[in-house]
């Protein structure tokens, strides 16, 4: 059995992610609002789902301008979602991943950019739940940011990548 696959995997995987870590690094973070602008998409998504079950919130004013950063119910300051909680890395590492896969060109195309906005909705969900345990038990809000959330968001980009290796990347 040769190894050039998984070399080739390995290789463009790599290559591919310390490629876009480094134009994340060096141009998008210093020069341009790209992590403050997915973050005010995940606060704002996620203020509409909390919306929709009822909770009770306000609006930070000044703490939101001009992107939204907080989340607050009944005017405190709940939770505020930085750059490494935007998912960007989680993003990056499942298009990474893709691209370096094999598979037909005409899956890659719409299952990268679908994967991605599944990520972004379990992100945005982590977020609501994270506001709510805050809201609820302060104390209990490390504990899951760390660990709970983390292993879930993780899991379910794993379980998109099975899917891809399974149903649509071709390889037996």
Not at 22 to 38: A, G, M, N, P, W
Not at 56 to 79: C, S, T, Y
Not at 82 to 105: E, K, S, T
């Amino acid at each position: 059995m040769s190894n050039k696959p998984i070399i080739r995997f390995l290789s463009i995987g790599f290559g591919s992610y310390v490629t876009w870590l480094s134009f994340h690094e060096f141009y998008l973070k210093k020069h341009t609002l790209f992590d403050q602008y997915v973050i005010h998409a995940i606060v704002s998504c996620a203020e509409t789902q909390l919306s929709l079950v009822g909770a009770d919130l306000q609006e930070m004013g000044k703490w939101n301008l001009p992107l939204k950063r907080h989340i607050a119910f009944n005017g405190a300051k709940v939770v505020t979602v930085g750059a490494p909680c935007d998912g960007v890395v989680l993003y990056a590492l499942f298009l990474c991943f893709i691209i370096a896969f094999p598979g037909p060109m005409k899956h890659k195309l719409w299952f990268a950019p679908t994967g991605v906005a599944f990520l972004f909705w379990m992100n945005t969900l982590r977020i609501v739940a994270l506001a709510w345990i805050a809201k609820v038990d302060e104390s209990l809000l490390q504990f899951n940011h760390d660990y709970t959330f983390t292993a879930m968001v993780y899991s379910f980009e794993f379980l998109l990548w099975m899917i891809w290796v399974k149903f649509f990347s071709g390889v037996k």
